[in-house]
């Protein structure tokens, strides 16, 4: 088993093989360096890449399952982190020009917790300045483009790390998301995202720490894994989830499990676009395709959305893609008044227990991502 055919390899798939003897770690990192060498400049998804580094984890790796010592659930699997997340000895700049040069000292939780398990960080990947687009392009490093389309953009702000996965030049990434930054990417390239439950991951090292980031901002951002395989955002955010210590918004609490329900016993709701938002006719035929795949399939399928005012919902967002852009700005005179910044959080605790309430009835809701597919580059003054 050597290149190409270990490069598509879910992490999972991979670390088993390793694990295994049946590929070696080192043939395994060979494999995935000759596809980045081939692909990469083509797509610009990795802006930092350690090869040195890679091939001395590749070999260690090999040594430990070589002598029989216990090793991590990803030993040996080559990944990349989105360029947010600080990398002890690597370069992270957040897109920004000012950064170009910055190598943090140590790790972030989420790159400590990787490489506890054996996961190989063999570099980074392009995102937007301060990870503020849909698009994946900054002053330093250039445009990222999808590998489905090279007139197109893989979204952002994880797009470097969308494109590196569907492309197969890593098998396993770890992004960020506050309004899409993850789910975005994910959906323009074909992959898989996943943007977990809210304080389950610390995001100590990630873009900036917790005392430095925004309170209101903390309520959004998110870290977590994107893949081309369901099972790898199970086992990644099972590495990266639970308190550090660190970040007091993750609570010391145990996430139970969940049990795997039968596809029979499984309620799935499905909407093909939200009240007032235009979806593209190809994403609602998909969505409307797929819930009827899984009612024949046997699930318990049903058309339904929560109850709740979706125009507030809206506007709520549009508030904070305005505030976005000047979060991490210094504070100027004028600002939000005390009572509108309190109803903004009611209307935002009135969402969640509206959301809370329909997930009493149902198990999953299957929805449009984005409402288009891939979209060709754009100036940022476009829309």
């Avoid at 270990?6 to 670390?15: E, I, K």
């Avoid at 090869?51 to 010592?69: H, T």
């Avoid at 996961?119 to 937007?128: D, F, L, Q, R, S």
């Avoid at 007091?248 to 309620?267: F, I, R, S, Y």
């Amino acid at each position: 088993m050597i290149y190409p055919e270990t490069t598509f390899l879910t992490a999972t798939q991979l670390a088993a093989a390793i694990r295994e003897k049946k590929v070696s770690a080192v043939e395994a990192m060979e494999a995935q360096l000759a596809r980045i060498a081939l692909v990469n400049p083509l797509l610009n998804a990795i802006v930092t890449l350690d090869e040195e580094a890679a091939r001395a984890g590749a070999k260690a790796a090999d040594l430990a399952i070589a002598r029989g010592e216990a090793v991590g659930p990803l030993t040996g699997v080559p990944v990349t982190l989105k360029d947010g997340h600080a990398t002890a000895g690597m370069r992270t700049t957040v897109g920004l020009e000012a950064c170009a040069d910055h190598v943090p000292t140590t790790d972030s939780t989420i790159a400590a917790r990787l490489r506890k398990a054996g996961a190989i960080i063999i570099g980074k990947t392009n995102v937007p300045p301060r990870l503020r687009d849909f698009q994946t392009v900054n002053p330093i490093f250039g445009r990222t483009v999808n590998p489905w389309d090279v007139t197109r953009t893989p979204g952002g702000s994880s797009g470097g790390a969308a494109a590196a996965v569907a492309a197969g030049l890593v098998p396993l990434e770890i992004g960020s998301d506050a309004g899409g930054s993850i789910r975005v990417p994910a959906h323009l390239t074909g992959i898989y995202g996943f943007k977990p439950t809210q304080a389950t991951v610390p995001i100590t090292g990630s873009y900036a720490d917790p005392p430095d980031m925004p309170r209101s901002f903390r309520l959004l951002f998110d870290i977590g894994p994107l893949a081309r395989d369901v099972d790898d955002l199970i086992l990644a955010h099972r590495i990266i989830a639970g308190a550090d210590g660190l970040d007091t918004e993750v609570p010391p609490v145990a996430t139970d499990e969940m049990p795997e329900p039968a596809l029979d016993e499984l309620k799935v709701a499905w909407a093909p676009t939200f009240p007032g938002v235009p979806v593209a006719i190809d994403i609602a035929d998909a969505i409307t395709g797929f819930a009827r795949a899984l009612d024949i399939a046997g699930a318990r399928v049903g058309q339904a959305l929560p109850r709740h005012d979706f125009a507030a919902e809206r506007t709520l967002f549009s508030v904070f893609i305005t505030w976005y852009s000047e979060a991490f700005q210094p504070p100027r005179e004028a600002s939000p008044s005390l009572s509108a910044y309190l109803e903004a959080l009611n209307q935002r605790d009135e969402f969640i227990i509206a959301w809370e309430r329909f997930f009493d009835d149902w198990d999953v809701l299957v929805c449009p991502a984005m409402m288009c597919t891939a979209f060709r580059h754009r100036r940022a003054d476009e829309h």
